[in-house]
């Protein structure tokens, strides 16, 4: 498709799992998308669905309306924002800045406040639903900022996602984004307890996972989780690595505000422990192999 021109041009940072998809479902919407990123690969990849590679991020935001940044990690974050050749001193007064990362709520808060001071607007905007809600486009995304950017930028946000929500003011959508990611370590981890005590027990696995999803224990989790459970196949659509990053995203910002999450602490543990036994590198759901060890059980 044509790029509409009387749509925002963008340039997005960081395509990787999540934000190659994403790109690319813009550019399939007619926005004119110009990319960067470390791997050349990735930038041949972006090139072939439409959209422009970029030698910078300089040379990438220069001319955009808005900047997108899809990144690991706090680090890259403010690697791709600060300095002379970073988002903020080389986007042009007035564009829209959208971090799409999984940060601290603090890290976007000061992100903002930066933003601000060099003419920028900013929000926080994570998302939830892995590789293949980013590649259907049917993405939850959880915003934090002011009111009349999310009314700016919720065109371009809806065409990533089906659940578009300001939540707050900045640092708002870190917070739920890790109240989210809380939500889905916990859930996997009694999924994959679940899987081993069926299996152990001789139940059917498939029929009994059939069953449990159209029940109460039914959840999008187990539901986009039953494959690699059942398949074995811990193909990274989010890795592990990232959920550990991101438990301890909730477990600093639940000390901050005085909350208690116990079964999160413990989570986070687990998932920390299945990173040192090298499997960091695969999908979350590969928590059913942690459980399998503790269970003495051979580990498939």
């Excluded at 590679?53 to 890259?76: C, F, H, N």
């Excluded at 990362?101 to 000061?110: D, L």
Aim: charged fraction near 20%.
């Amino acid at each position: 498709m044509l790029a509409d021109t009387a749509l925002p041009s963008v340039a997005w940072i960081g395509l990787g799992i999540m934000g190659a998809p994403m790109a690319e479902n813009l550019l399939k919407a007619g926005y004119s998308v110009t990319g960067y990123t470390l791997e050349e690969h990735k930038l041949d990849r972006l090139a072939a669905a439409g959209g422009t590679p970029a030698g910078s991020v300089a040379d990438a935001v220069r001319d955009a309306d808005v900047v997108v940044t899809m990144l690991p990690a706090d680090a890259q974050v403010a690697a791709v924002a600060h300095g002379d050749e970073g988002v903020l001193a080389r986007a042009r007064p007035g564009a829209l800045f959208i971090d799409m990362s999984s940060v601290t709520p603090r890290t976007s808060r000061a992100l903002a406040e930066a933003g601000a001071a060099r003419g920028l607007r900013v929000l926080d905007a994570p998302v939830s639903g892995g590789e293949a809600g980013a590649v259907e486009g049917v993405l939850s995304v959880m915003v934090g900022g002011h009111p009349d950017d999310f009314a700016a930028a919720e065109p371009l946000l809806r065409v990533l996602g089906t659940t578009v929500v300001l939540t707050g003011p900045h640092g708002a959508g870190q917070t739920v984004k890790a109240a989210n990611q809380l939500i889905v370590a916990v859930t996997l981890q009694a999924c994959a307890e679940a899987v081993v005590f069926l299996e152990k027990s001789g139940v059917d696995l498939a029929a009994a996972l059939d069953v449990l999803g159209g029940g109460l224990a039914g959840s999008a989790v187990l539901t986009r989780k039953k494959h690699a459970f059942l398949a074995r196949d811990f193909t990274p659509g989010f890795r592990v690595d990232l959920h550990h990053k991101d438990m301890g995203i909730v477990t600093d910002a639940a000390r901050a505000v005085g909350a208690a999450v116990p079964v999160g602490a413990v989570v986070a543990q687990l998932v920390a422990a299945l990173r040192a036994q090298g499997d960091g590198g695969l999908d979350h759901s590969a928590l059913l192999r942690g459980v399998e060890r503790l269970s003495g059980g051979p580990v498939r």
